[in-house]
């Protein structure tokens, strides 16, 4: 079924960004969008909002919900805890605590959102995988380990929002995610990032299956069990931290996507990698597109609609399919 549900679920995405091309308040129709993508002329002003407004907007949403399901599917394989998701080693807490910081100490003009999130993120992710990697037990204590300093930087990052209260709305809308900045160089920065992140990682599908099992069994087979959960954690931290820093915190496709395909594929990371990637970004691209245009002025953070949308969907589907776990 994996083909079948890829090629699906590929297709799926290139008609809803089709359409979300050519949604909006510009009153650009389906065929002059077709026209614009074709090269085929048309008012110099539609063709500015496609190509360099929407599209570079819709292809960075799309690709980022596909680091985020594909990340999603290795946490949950590597630490063997099916409510694992790519934010449960701190990569949200830190990025966001990374931007208050910049913003508190007036560097925010200096170094940017992307740089200070990401340097607060991969941080974060790194100072966790070193207190907790070396003890007995590992899984446990990484997962412990990321949910404690979570608490302490969000308290730490609300601290600072109260101290700066005239930067409070703009971590605010950060932290819960948005594509409304999107260029073609952050495209090619989250590609980049999807792509060293998948390629190697899919070649390791034997691996993340024999993860699934207890620790001891996996060294009896002879898988160095810590290293090989190092080896997969760290680049999907990593391409994680690489989107977040650029587009906010978006919370739930890391935990949805993978369980989802896993009820349609089943636990084998071979088939599961995929359908994990490609619904992951079939999901954000129409949460984004919902929060382009919800509203009649401005727009909500996705984050808000990937939650709103996400969570009926997701119990939904576990209460009508028959759903395995390793």
Known sequence: MRRPLVAVLAALSLILALIALTLGPSGITLGETVHILLGQRVVASKHYIIWHLRLPRIIASFLTGAVLGFSGAIYQASLRNPMADPFILGVSSGASFGVAVALALGLSTLVGFPLSALVGSVVTTLLILALSLRQKGA?????????????????????????????????????????????????????????????????????????????????????????????????????????????????????MAPHVSRLLVGPRHKRLLAPSALFGGLLLLASDTLARLLLPSGELPVGVITSLVGVPLFIYLLRRGRYRYG
């Open 139 to 255: 899984t446990t204590t990484l997962i412990l380990t990321g949910v404690a300093i979570n608490y302490v930087l969000s308290a730490a990052m609300t601290l600072l929002m109260f101290m700066n209260k005239e930067q409070y709305q703009r971590i605010l809308f950060w932290s819960m995610g948005s594509f409304s900045t999107a260029t073609w160089g952050a495209v090619m920065i989250v590609a980049s990032a999807l792509l060293l992140l998948a390629l190697p990682l899919s070649l390791s599908h034997r691996s993340l299956d024999m993860l699934l099992l207890d620790e001891s069994s996996g060294q009896a087979a002879g898988l160095s069990v810590g290293s090989v959960r190092l080896m997969v954690l760290l680049p999907a931290s990593i391409a994680t931290a690489l989107c977040v820093s650029h587009f906010g915190v978006i919370g739930f496709i890391g935990l």
